[in-house]
């Protein structure tokens, strides 16, 4: 089973064509994602030299027409997905470059470039735009994304893969729900929030707080906030209710509460949290305004918690007590096999990593001992010498022998596959403990509350009546 997509690749802005192809190329046969270039194959060029071969047909092309590029379309790159654990990377190979050899018949130079560093092995097929002999370029026709998939299609079927079967039109569903963006404003908001939940007593700690998270602070007539993957600073007083320098220094001071409603990202489902102390909140001079809303804030929390209860089918604290303490035990249990995997996987990445490192340096060390293990022959390839014996010495430490490559990939994505699983059950899971725990925390509160008030009642003396 593959999925296919056609992307034209264009000009970066303020880049040249040949940065541009450079960026490209070298992206796709990144040693890293195709196993130090093993799975690296290309036709009517050399991988190493794609880009300026194609750079060099491109000027070919403006001196035998006479035209000059107007579009901005520099190459063209087909992304072919396959299913995990179905394919080898020497087959995702093969078929890849059997893909793009009958797309482009032959007319076009491409490299393939097979990726194993995720779950599903998947090809990038970068092809030129202009063609062999420089007197014409392609043009991406109408549904030429079908055209692929059927030709994808069909070597999937000659080599015993599976494809995806298509729904009937009247079994399609067209999507109607999509997830809201969170903007930038909302990612500084939530910043705000969160430093907000630490305590500051002055805005100057506000600001440290924001500092310490990565945030840029421009101080001036309005402070101005700029995050790690943001371009421009935003000022405070365009936030939105709530958010302005002089509305955080009230709020900071007691002045004010806080009731808006943020705009970031929900779950359909609120949270629930654990109730606000409200004998320690009158202690600390909290206002009378955050008092009432402290105790509508307590009882939304136990109408959740008792709902939660309710469709858990718990009537008894001891119950949920047990129910809370198996949960934390199977939450912590599958912690530890998620590590576990990822040790695993870091293990098969770096012997990976010495093996093809000894393949690389194997010359070099048998030119060494030759040379008699001279000094200076050391010192002018040093690098490839202690990557050679740093291979030797993790070899050393093997059981038994030492795994092929090929072997070692499909590890890796058995490995990758079972640990994503887990991660879905992972996260389902850390809900359900942390909805299990508040309501434990919350039932305890309100049962040893109860005891407080029992015990006041027996303790008041009873009233006399003198007739």
Known sequence: MAATRLIPLHINKGKTIARCLAERTDYSQNGEKTSGGEYVTSY????ETADQ?????????EHITGRHQSRNIIAYQIRQSFKPGEVTPELANKIGFELAKRFTKGNHAFLVATHIDRAHIHNHIIFNSTTLDCTGKFKDFRQSWQAIR????????ENGLSIIQPKPPAERKKRTDYPKTVTIRAHIRQAIDTALCQKPQTFEQLVSLLEQAGYSCRPGKVLS?????????????????????????ATLEGKTVRHHKSNLLQSTRQHMNLLIDLQSAMVTAKGPGYQRWAKVFNLKQMAQVLRFLQEQGIDDYTVLKERTEQASVEFDRLLVTIKQLEQQLNETSV???????????????????????????????RKALTLHKAAKQAF?????????????????T???????????????????????QIASKVAAMILEKEEKEVMQVHQQPEKTYER
């Open 53 to 61: 071969e194609f750079l060099l047909s491109k000027r070919q092309y």
């Open 44 to 47: 009517a060029c050399d991988p």
């Open 396 to 412: 050393s430490q093997l059981d038994g022998k030492i795994p092929r490559v090929k072997e070692l990939n499909e590890r890796y």
């Open 414 to 436: 058995e490995i990758l596959v079972e640990k994503k699983k887990l991660y879905a059950k992972y996260r389902q899971l850390k809900e359900q403990t942390r909805e299990y």
């Open 351 to 381: 012997l990976k990593k010495h093996i093809i490192n000894y393949a690389k340096t194997r010359m070099i060390y048998q030119q060494y001992r030759k040379a008699g293990y001279s000094k200076r022959f050391f010192e002018d390839h």
């Open 225 to 249: 906030i700029r995050g790690k993957n943001q371009n421009r600073f935003v000022r405070l007083d365009t936030l939105g209710l709530g958010y302005s320098e002089k509305e955080l220094r």
């Open 150 to 157: 059927q030709i994808s299609d069909i070597l999937c079927l």
